[in-house]
């Protein structure tokens, strides 16, 4: 893990610099390194944060701290396009929130900009109050796991999210993490049909995330369509 305390100087000039001479905009570019690992980036505001972090890559924004981890590999992306997919279409077909894929920003608040994996907003219910979204998904991968599983997923449950999905691939298992009462219970799933319940109807099978080739998502979504097997 990598740390960079230092903190740009205010915003407001074309190329703010820290106190060393460093360019604010270089802090923020790990190209140089090597490795799976997450860059911190402390003493962060929002507006560096909005200003500074490139835009084609993840990043979270938590208390003042920037997160950074490790470009993802194919695996990664082709497990979140599947998903995307199979949640898309699913939307299509029978209405709700829009569902966004990192590196969409979902803003908490000020201080809580995560980019999860994949998140679901809620509908447009007239006079219902609202979550700021009902399910968020997280692929777990060795940079993030940690990062995923402590500071992301505790902003993820004092936010509210009605549902939160975390798939580990490295012990083939599905975390999940439901909101009851004004808590949360947590599952684990190795295999077999996981259900939602922020999202009625909607379920699939554990094991198509772990295939590799990933399953045609075309017929995958429509089995969910059709309902869960008996």
């Not at 402390?42 to 490139?54: I, K, L, M, S, V």
């Not at 004004?182 to 599952?187: A, I």
């Amino acid at each position: 893990m990598v740390t960079h305390t230092d903190r740009p100087a205010p915003l407001g000039r074309a190329e703010a610099t820290t106190h060393d001479g460093e360019s604010a905009r270089d802090v923020y570019d790990r190209s140089s390194l090597r490795g799976d690992f997450m860059v911190m980036i402390a003493g962060q505001t929002p507006e560096d944060f909005e200003r500074y972090a490139p835009e084609s890559r993840y990043c979270d924004y938590i208390d003042g701290i920037v997160y950074m981890p490790s470009p993802a590999t194919d695996r990664h992306q082709d497990q979140v396009g599947f998903l995307f997919h199979l949640l898309d279409g699913f939307r299509c077909e029978r209405g709700g929130g829009a569902v966004r894929m990192g590196p969409a920003v979902l803003r908490l608040s000020d201080q809580w900009q995560p980019e999860p994996d994949l998140f679901v907003r809620p509908g447009e219910e007239a006079g219902q109050p609202r979550p700021p979204c009902l399910l968020v998904i997280e692929i777990l991968s060795p940079s993030t796991r940690n990062h995923d599983l402590g500071p992301k997923l505790s902003v993820y449950k004092a936010s509210g999210i009605p549902e939160i999905w975390l798939f580990d691939e490295r012990d083939r298992t599905v975390i999940v993490e439901r909101q009851v009462g004004d808590g949360y219970r947590r599952e684990q799933r190795t295999e077999g049909r996981l259900d939602s319940t922020a999202l009625p109807g909607y379920w699939l099978d554990v094991a198509w995330l772990w295939a590799d080739p990933l399953p045609n998502p075309r017929r995958c979504l429509e089995r969910i369509l059709a309902g869960p097997p008996a």
